[in-house]
């Protein structure tokens, strides 16, 4: 079988440390070229979308992997050249430019996967097996860091869709929306945007759902200085408790450590792309960003001390 | 054929205003009992949907008028009575409400009509039918009024979960979602927040849209006080300009005034839900609500002077 011909576009971090080695480690991928404006990515590589499609003719495949704003338009053009899609999380800036998308894809018969690369952690698939039939007594998500160990330098998160504190929080949002046996949803909530800043620096969010019949809640914070907290901690109707550590890599049951079989994150969303290009089938999963949005929707907004990275 | 036994649940300015004399008016309905915390609805009334549905077993249908909040509560304990439902704008407080809702009167085999009411304006159909196959040269909605005129005393819009502006603009965002041929994107914003309030007193929002090659904006704005504006304005690449006026109420094409032939807003929305009915079918638009939310991703923040009403 002749390997999918692959782009990554958008050249940054994530595809540096994430996607490259991914596609480098599975066979059924090949790296055909990258796109970046600072001309920086693997080659052959160029500085748009157009560039990358017009000299690359048998593409087949594209990680768009650019900041969420220019996403759409790239993935609308990529589409229509039949490409199937890797996004990048979150898929795009708006709820709206996704069910384009998903429109969009299913009318050309391409393959549409938006990717919560927190959701392949090896935790995850456990911790839902064990959660599959349980009803919920609580769940306490705190997932808390320090922006300026993170992201320094980079302001642009907290200017306009810059996400702020939700650009970590949704990685936290898509593993309780993969792990619930049930939908959740925001109840209600308090942002604490900076003086300076278009998005909030934390959030305190409770929910609901119907698997649950105790308090749902989320901490979200990038005010903490003393090293960081990834965690998603529940107790079940049957007394179980279960504790997602480090964003879902470790699990533990009742305090014991779970073994986890899985190959990593990036590998293991890099298998599944492959399974759905086969299947001619898409995996459009808007939940974490829904989760987002609801949370602007019925929050109550404070205002904290003004930030710089 | 025996009339639709209906309810209205939640029982303010706009049951009495609207729902009871669309009601009335059509005889594929007969209203069958209300539901007001104060207890001041048509006979049979309750304080609570719980004792409505105990009360009036033979119940086939309900309006739900509540304040957007309590509605996903209410909704579900309906729907799981068999009961076909009509929601009041916005449907729920929350996207994902709505999607669960979705879910469970597709489950039940039960209709949900998420109703527009502005869509229902005589100049709407009008306006679509002549849209159907253009492309848009240039969109501008402007949605101004006055808060203290309009919402005198209910300082709950400011409160989180409120809308704020986007209570009237939604109505906007839902003709020009019914009209365009094609969807809506929120491109860009500002959202401009009393310094008292957790929704916005303005917005200024850009759209793109696959059926637009030009500029397409909204100006909402609830502190005009000389009077209220609510127009959409469209021109066409073919030349010809449509203007929706007062809501949707009047349709001038190129200038000319346009014969519409609706019944009324609300009669109008109940002959669907009756339509709906008896299809078995459901309605459920989430579009204008989900450009509210795509508004609050992506938009600028801009603190202004504190507002009471």
Chains 1, 2 share one sequence.
Request: glycine share 8%; net charge negative.
């Amino acid at each position: 079988m002749k390997p999918i011909r692959t782009a990554i576009i958008g050249f940054g971090k994530i595809a540096e440390d994430q996607h490259v080695p991914a596609i480098a480690g599975n066979p059924r991928f090949e790296l055909a070229g990258s796109v970046s404006r600072q001309g920086k990515g693997p080659a052959p590589n160029f500085t748009s979308a157009e560039d990358l499609l017009a000299a690359v003719p048998d593409l087949q495949a594209a990680a768009i992997t650019t900041p969420p704003r220019p996403r759409f338009d790239i993935a609308r053009t990529c589409i229509a050249r039949g490409l199937h899609l890797l996004l990048e999380k979150p898929p795009c800036a708006t709820l709206g430019e996704i069910e384009e998308l998903r429109r969009l894809a299913e009318a050309a018969g391409t393959t549409l996967f938006t990717t919560w690369h927190a959701q392949h952690n090896g935790g995850v698939a456990a911790a839902k097996k064990l959660l599959a039939d349980a009803r919920i007594r609580s769940m306490k998500i705190t997932w808390h860091e320090d922006v300026h160990k993170w992201h320094p330098g980079q302001q642009w998160v907290f200017e306009p869709g810059g996400f702020g504190v939700f650009d970590p929080g949704i990685n936290a949002f898509s593993v309780a929306t993969a792990i619930l046996p049930a939908p959740l949803f925001v109840r209600e909530g308090t942002l604490f945007f900076p003086a300076n800043a278009h998005t909030p620096i934390a959030a305190e969010l409770s929910f609901t759902s119907p698997a649950a019949d105790g308090p749902l809640s989320a901490s979200l914070d990038w005010r903490k200085t003393d090293g960081e907290e990834w965690t998603i901690d529940i107790e079940t109707a049957d007394g179980s408790r279960l504790q997602l550590l480090d964003g879902g890599a470790r699990l533990l049951l009742n305090g014991d450590e779970v073994a986890t079989s899985g190959i990593g994150e990036y590998p293991d969303l890099y298998a599944r792309f492959a399974q759905l290009i086969d299947c001619r089938e898409s995996l459009v999963d808007v939940e974490p960003l829904r989760l987002v949005a609801d949370s602007l929707l019925v929050g109550k907004r404070e205002t904290v001390e003004a930030v710089t990275v």
